[in-house]
């Protein structure tokens, strides 16, 4: 009798313990989309996000959610409807230990392999390793994935990565879905159906195996690339002479590592500034773009900036870009042509994930809620600021894939060819007006 006692009191313990602990998963729930909902009101209503049917959905289902991890599963999921790159959680007071909320995403790892669009087909754009080894080559279409039309694969794919992860923007989801978002557990195999460049269908098959799918942003870079001391800024001399900076990522160091690439270059009668990979980061902004200044000059055009620095560039320069560029990439390469120092082209509008962030405590005190509340350089854009919109380069030019058969980045091309007849009428920015004049 007292071990049925003590079995029952058992049962009853746990039952309370759980229903106590499904009442605050609701309290969580409740708590959070009623604060996102007045914190984020703008940009919910500029996104046209329908919060208040979100809301009532995920408050339904937190009353069902069974643990820890099935709780901050679905706060991820929530928060993916936001439309928010920078929306996350972080570790509260009481965040419990050991959750495991995508537990299937364990041995996820990369294709070896990234595409692209031109119009409404999809190419390789490059690939290494297992993909290399299957026969797959830049410049290929990519027609069919799994019997599924290439297209139609993208927009179950990105559909797939939207349940779980929050995309400011149509073109910021596409770059991750073709990109870093090419992923599967380890051994999985993908039934392509590709066209080579005489139009010849073939049948292909990509394998998962361990690739590290974190895209450098151009297809290919100018031979005899370099790369700074630090590695977040690769540099060349492009034949016909010109300056080409990459800059990956937007750490402190980023503008000294400028400085080095610059020292490296000499004056070149134009300059390329690739921004494509960017991750973001923080730094001075102001002073990198004081390095395309001429020393002891300065410019105004929206905002006024003076020369910084011990090397200074006053030449031509276009800025390149696309879907893949975030957050402090955005306002870094939109200063740019906002502020009028540069010509813009890209394959897409940036990222559109530039805000200003607040925390949510939950009343739990499992998690904070880390939203944004406000688009980031409001001048940008007529006013409409980068968030949810992007910086709109003044040229979309989509890779070729008759130059990535060559091994050729159509950005790159292009921007030689604007730096060999500039257009000076689009650029506020004049050199001839700052006395500049190239080696």
């Known amino acids: 009798m007292r071990k049925f006692s003590f079995l029952v009191l058992c049962i009853l ?39 208040k049917r979100i809301s009532r959905e995920f408050n339904k289902k937190a009353a ?11 706060l991820i999921r929530l928060l993916a409807r936001l439309q928010d790159g920078h929306a996350r959680l972080q570790p509260g007071e009481n965040e419990p230990k050991n959750l495991d909320p995508f537990p299937e995403f364990r041995d996820y790892t990369g294709a070896a392999i990234f595409l692209c669009r031109n119009g409404k087909k999809l190419f390789i754009k490059t690939a290494w390793g297992e993909a290399k080894s299957a026969g797959l080559k830049p410049g290929m279409e990519v027609v069919a994935v799994n019997g599924e039309k290439a297209m139609d694969w993208l927009g179950s794919r990105l559909a797939w990565h939207r349940d779980t992860m929050s995309f400011s923007t149509q073109q910021h989801g596409e770059f991750f879905a073709l990109q870093r978002g090419l992923s599967a557990p380890k051994g999985t195999r993908w039934k392509l159906l590709v066209k080579d460049e005489s139009g010849r269908k073939r049948k292909k098959t990509l394998t998962f195996a361990r690739a590290k799918q974190v895209p450098d942003g151009p297809a290919f870079f100018p031979k005899g690339i370099r790369r700074s001391k630090k590695r977040n800024v690769h540099f060349a001399t492009t034949p016909e002479g010109l300056g080409y900076i990459h800059i990956r990522r937007c750490k402190s160091t980023v503008v000294e590592e400028v400085d080095e690439a610059l020292d490296a270059l000499g004056n070149p009668k134009g300059m390329i500034l690739d921004f494509r990979g960017n991750t973001g980061g923080g730094f001075d902004h102001e002073a990198l773009f004081g390095r395309f200044i001429p020393k002891g000059k300065s410019f105004k055009f929206k905002k006024s900036y003076r020369s910084t620095g011990p090397k200074n560039y006053g030449g031509p320069l276009v800025v390149i870009v696309d879907g893949s560029v975030v957050s402090a990439g955005e306002t870094a390469s939109g200063m740019f042509k906002e502020d009028g120092r540069a010509y813009m082209i890209g394959e897409s509008p940036t990222a559109g994930m530039s805000s200003s962030k607040v925390l949510i ?42 130059d990535l058969v060559k091994g050729i980045d159509t950005l790159i091309s292009r921007a030689i060819t604007l730096l060999e007849d500039f257009p000076q009428e689009e650029v506020p920015y004049d050199p001839k007006k700052f006395g500049w004049q190239s080696d």
């Open 13 to 51: 313990t746990c039952t309370v313990l759980a229903t106590a602990q499904k009442k605050l998963y609701v309290k969580d729930m409740k708590f959070v989309t009623k604060e996102i909902g007045k914190k984020c009101k703008g940009l919910i209503k500029e996104k046209k996000i329908p919060w």
């Open 361 to 402: 405590d939950l009343p739990s005190k499992f998690f904070k809620v880390r939203v944004s509340v406000y688009s980031n350089k409001k001048r940008f854009n007529d006013g409409k600021g980068i968030e949810g919109i992007g910086v709109p380069p003044q040229e979309i030019i989509p890779l070729q894939p008759q």
């Open 64 to 74: 069902q959610s069974k643990s820890h991890s099935e709780h901050l599963r679905l």
